[in-house]
């Protein structure tokens, strides 16, 4: 399995190389270069494993046992899943007219990206302790990806992690997940389009809140930023520039980088791009979206708890408001993503007038100790924060010469 670059400039990198990377040098975004397509009958097999075992085989699909062998990824993705809350690591709850959700926020952080970020840190430790190295992460955040990536990250050795978010615009709890944890270590969308590619059959919907750029895109090709971010109840979506919409253009135009490259690179400069209308008519078929307002996601939680007594998060509740909205198709089962506990979102839940337990491991984070720098926006913002992060990088880098072995 190697790997190849949404712009086309870049091809032939396998796994490891595309892990440290980030994005390619060419601007683009990895993806691999052929999709594996799976047989019924293999699709079929996987039914009843675990959830481990399901992120084995398929990671296997995309990391060759010449990098790490099977026996080493087994053991990597079950250390990297064992703090989850519940043993399957995953849970589908089943409601009341015929809703389903898939509970994705039962790891540290109690949001979906712990599932992926897990595994990814482990991933890193395993090749810089192989090659006696050290690697700093540089995550920016809307929220929940820089908690995740601390928490994932705690106590593993040659892996550092430096997280930038947008003080205020982040909640309590999310906050508190990035900045209470003291150790001197310390897209969703693209990849359900990839399981469909790989043969199963899916039909994707994507709900989005009042930054709708996405639902502009797929309802009428308007690929272009809003004026401003709208603060809404569900801030881990508040964004304007959906960056794996590069990946879902790619795998849409067959794999096409040029196009791919001449579109985000009008995208990147002047902040709009209007689809031709056979692209447009393309990402019409590989999936529908809708959008939801603060009120909607406040009748959707009302609603869910009226009639089930569940309490749902901001974000699953954009999700869910699609099934209240939406027919049904007879026949055609549904299942709604829940992306995050509705814990971390006490300021939503109340204002649905609802109550949500705080579990224990959140109450704690109150009583802990923080660290955190303040990056103000000045005239030249841009470079001093640039500055301020090479500066924060290269301290940790000489700190990290001065007490151990590793290169970096």
Not at 127 to 137: I, M, P
Not at 359 to 371: C, F, G, K
Request: neutral net charge; proline residues 5%.
């Amino acid at each position: 399995m190697l790997y190849c670059s949404t712009r086309g400039g870049v091809r032939g990198w396998d796994f490891q190389k595309v892990l440290f990377a980030g994005y390619a040098p060419d601007g683009g975004m990895f993806l691999p270069e052929a999709v594996p397509v799976l047989s019924p009958d293999t699709i079929r097999s996987w039914k009843d494993l675990s959830y481990t075992q399901l992120v084995v085989e398929v990671c296997s699909l995309f990391i060759p046992t010449q990098l790490i062998p099977r026996r080493d990824l087994e053991v990597l993705v079950g250390e990297a899943l064992s703090s989850f809350s519940v043993p399957e690591v995953v849970r589908v709850v089943r409601l009341k007219e015929g809703l389903s959700v898939l509970e994705l926020f039962h790891g540290q952080t109690l949001a979906f990206k712990d599932l992926a970020m897990t595994c990814t840190v482990r991933f890193l430790s395993y090749f810089l302790q192989k090659d006696n190295l050290r690697a700093t992460v540089l995550v920016g955040t809307s929220g929940d990806t820089g908690g995740s990536a601390v928490q994932s990250a705690r106590g593993l050795r040659g892996v550092d992690v430096v997280v930038v978010y947008p003080r205020g615009r982040v909640t309590p709890v999310q906050e508190k997940h990035m900045i209470t944890c003291l150790q001197d270590n310390i897209h969703a969308f693209a990849a359900g389009f990839i399981v469909k590619l790989m043969g199963f059959p899916l039909r994707l919907v994507a709900m989005v809140n009042a930054n709708d750029i996405l639902h502009r895109t797929v309802t009428t090709g308007d690929f272009s930023m809003a004026p401003g971010v709208i603060q809404t109840l569900a801030p881990a979506i508040d964004i304007q520039d959906p960056y794996n919409m590069e990946r879902v253009f790619w795998l849409m135009l067959n794999r096409d980088g040029e196009t791919v490259k001449n579109m985000m690179e009008e995208f990147q400069r002047s902040h709009k791009f209007s689809l031709p209308e056979k692209h447009h008519q393309l990402l019409s078929q590989v999936f529908s979206t809708g959008a939801v307002s603060d009120e909607g996601i406040l009748d959707t939680m009302r609603r869910c708890w009226q009639e089930n007594h569940y309490v749902l998060c901001p974000h699953t509740a954009v999700a869910v408001w699609h099934h209240y909205h939406c027919p049904h198709s007879p026949g055609i089962s549904r299942c709604y993503i829940a992306t995050a506990s509705p814990a971390k979102f006490q300021a939503a839940v109340q204002r649905a007038g609802l109550t949500c337990d705080q579990p224990e491991a959140v109450q704690a984070l109150d009583s802990l100790p923080t660290r955190y720098q303040n990056l103000e926006r000045s005239l030249d913002w841009c470079k001093d924060w640039e500055d301020r992060l090479r500066e924060k990088i290269q301290w940790i880098s000489s700190s990290r010469k001065d007490a151990d072995t590793y290169k970096h």
